[in-house]
């Protein structure tokens, strides 16, 4: 009977570090994961969208120093529509720059606690799986928060250079 116990509790211990080594395993994933977002996410940030904005305040003080109705024409007011996308895609890029940075530091941060936890044995079972669970959904929000951020970078840069110098030469024609 001693014999049994004895291996038994030995096999429900190796189970135990093996599952525990997978669940390792998926944390340091994550941690990857997490990791290039924010490596994609610092790349995106140092797109010259700041320029575009400066440029487009300055065109819109010239156009509201100039503009007369009987001057400008309909296709320049078109045109004049597009480029406000500038300041609204500015406005969200501005407000998710923040909840990402935020966003990917707690998941740094819960990742790391969890890897303690685990190895320190203070997490396991189904708390583990519900951990995991959350960790992987969180990081496929921080994924979508990252990529909708850069799609947002990457329209305002495209909106800026296909008719900002048009914009421009139109308002010093003024």
């Given amino acids: 009977m001693k014999y049994l116990f004895f291996i038994l509790s030995i096999s429900s211990l190796a189970s135990c570090s093996l599952k525990n080594n997978e669940a390792l395993s998926q944390i340091e994933e994550l941690q990857s994961k997490v990791n290039k977002l924010q490596n994609k996410f ?7 969208i700041s320029d575009a904005k400066k440029q487009y305040d300055q065109s819109l003080f010239l156009i509201k120093k100039y503009y007369f109705k009987d001057t ?3 296709q320049f007011m078109n045109s004049l529509d597009y480029y406000k ?9 501005k407000k998710n720059e923040d909840i990402i ?6 998941a740094k941060n819960q ?8 190895n320190n044995t203070a997490i396991q079972g189904d708390k583990l799986k519900a951990a995991l669970l959350n960790e992987n959904t ?7 928060a990252v990529t909708f951020y850069i799609d947002n970078v990457d329209k305002l840069l495209l909106v800026h250079d296909s008719i ?7 308002t010093l024609s003024f």
Avoid: F, H
């Avoid at 940075?101 to 707690?106: G, R, V």
């Avoid at 900002?164 to 139109?170: D, T």
């Fill in 42 to 48: 610092d790349l995106a940030n140092e797109k010259p």
């Fill in 85 to 93: 996308n500038i300041k609204y895609t500015y406005k969200a890029i």
């Fill in 164 to 170: 900002a110098g048009y914009i421009k030469n139109k």
């Fill in 72 to 74: 400008v024409d309909v």
């Fill in 111 to 118: 990742l790391s606690t969890l890897k303690e936890d685990l």
């Fill in 138 to 144: 969180n990081a496929a929000k921080l994924d979508s």
């Fill in 101 to 106: 940075n935020n966003n990917s530091e707690i």
